[in-house]
Structure formats: C-alpha cells, structure tokens
C-alpha cells in the first residue's frame, strides 16, 4: 500500500520559517520525481516545487523563489520543503505529490497558516 504522509505543518507569524516533510512509504522512492503543491480555500491547486530522483535538479514557482528550497533524503523516502520568509499569502494547505511516468500518488495535506 503506498503511502504519502505529510507533516510539520503549523501556525506562524510572517517572516517566520517552517519545515514540512513528506514520507513515503510503499513505493521505490528513490525513483519517483516529487513535488509540493498548495491550495488555498477558494483556489485551485499550485505547484510550488519540484525535485528530481537523484535530488540533482529543482525548480520553484516564482512565488516562493529565494524563500522555499526542497530537498529530498532517499535514505529516509522523505522529501522536505524549507519555507523562510513566511507570508500570509503562504497560507494554504501543502500536499507532496510522488510521480513516475504515469503513477502519481499524492499526501492528505498539512496545513500552513501565517498569520500575525
């Protein structure tokens, strides 16, 4: 059974920083393409980063560019999102997506709320 849990989602105020985590399990992790999404209440889902297998290439939504870096440990089968810099525009709901050509398997969420 494949498994995506994310975790490490919370209340900060802005200019604060966060780490989520997302932790897979069920799947040969090291070979999935991983990514973060977010959406906000009353938007469509976002992609916010993404990171290669081999953790060799990333690429970021212009929106968090120079605040966000993901990163991934494939000796853990987790994937990480270091948030700095919070706005209260990052407030949404982060979900870690795993894909391998036309397997796509997402996380149920964790919450981010900035909020002064």
């Known amino acids: 059974q494949v498994q995506l849990v994310e975790s490490g989602g919370g209340l900060v105020q802005p200019g604060e920083s966060l780490r989520v985590s997302c932790a897979a399990s069920?799947?040969?992790?090291?070979?999935?393409?991983t990514s973060w999404y977010r959406q906000a209440p009353g938007k469509e889902r976002e992609l916010v980063a993404t990171i290669s297998s081999d953790g060799g290439a990333t690429n970021y939504a212009d929106s968090v560019k120079g605040r966000f870096t993901i990163s991934r440990d494939n000796a853990k089968n987790t994937v990480y999102l270091q948030m700095n810099s919070l706005k209260s525009e990052d407030t949404a709901m982060y979900y870690c997506n795993a894909k391998l050509y036309t397997k796509s398997y997402w996380g149920q969420g964790t919450q981010v709320t900035v909020s002064s």
């Open positions: 069920g799947i040969l992790f090291a070979r999935y393409y």
